[in-house]
């Protein structure tokens, strides 16, 4: 291997190692499982690595890898229907509040289901902005839309989630 290679390779894996456990998440807060989460991250990854070049030359580093994802989450869901999710029980009924530390649980389930309940565009939107704090300049890079597009992609998604009955549930609770 030549030095650059070896340079290259030693930058992406403290690349990787950095935002592994971020992109993991991204990748389940965008419908993934826990699993298919790793290996949508994984193969993201790789891709990068290939035009690692690429990469490093990019504006914003992260938005093009987490452009990559997203890429590479759609492809995923393109290929499979995904409507159906199998359990090993069926709920019976709306998640409870237990003062036990259990509420942070409900809340992030809660979260999931509303998030499920959106378009693949305006869910991608949301994780883009609230759990990667991306601005919406840098949405809009990494979607390649334009501005305007990240912010009613997110106005639409905030107004679904709002009367999502999964989050006004749990906010009733909340402030009971």
């Known amino acids: 291997m030549s030095s650059s290679t070896d340079e290259r ?11 592994w ?10 419908g993934c499982s826990a699993h298919e989460a790793e290996d949508v991250t994984q193969t993201a990854l790789t891709r990068c690595l290939v035009k690692w070049r690429q990469v490093r030359r990019a504006d914003d580093r992260d938005a093009y890898v987490y ?6 989450f759609t492809d995923g869901r393109r290929r499979r229907w995904n409507a159906e999710r199998p359990t090993e029980t069926v709920p019976e009924g709306p998640a409870v509040a237990v003062p036990d530390g259990t509420d942070d649980l409900v809340l992030r ?5 509303a ?9 991608v939107a949301v994780v883009l902005r609230y759990y990667l704090n991306q601005t919406e300049v840098q949405m809009a890079e990494t979607l390649r839309v334009a501005p305007g597009t990240v ?21 009733t609770r909340r402030g009971a």
């Not at 998030?115 to 869910?123: E, K, V």
């Not at 912010?151 to 709002?162: D, E, G, H």
């Open 9 to 19: 390779n030693a930058e992406f894996g403290e690349y990787v190692a950095a935002r």
């Open 21 to 30: 456990p971020r992109l993991v998440r991204a990748a389940v807060l965008l």
């Open 151 to 171: 912010k009613s992609r997110l106005s639409r998604a905030l107004a679904a989630m709002a009367v999502d009955p999964e989050l006004s549930d749990h906010e």
């Open 109 to 113: 389930d809660s979260v999931e289901r």
């Open 67 to 72: 452009r990559v994802l997203v890429n590479t």
């Open 115 to 123: 998030l499920d309940n959106l378009t693949r565009d305006q869910r």
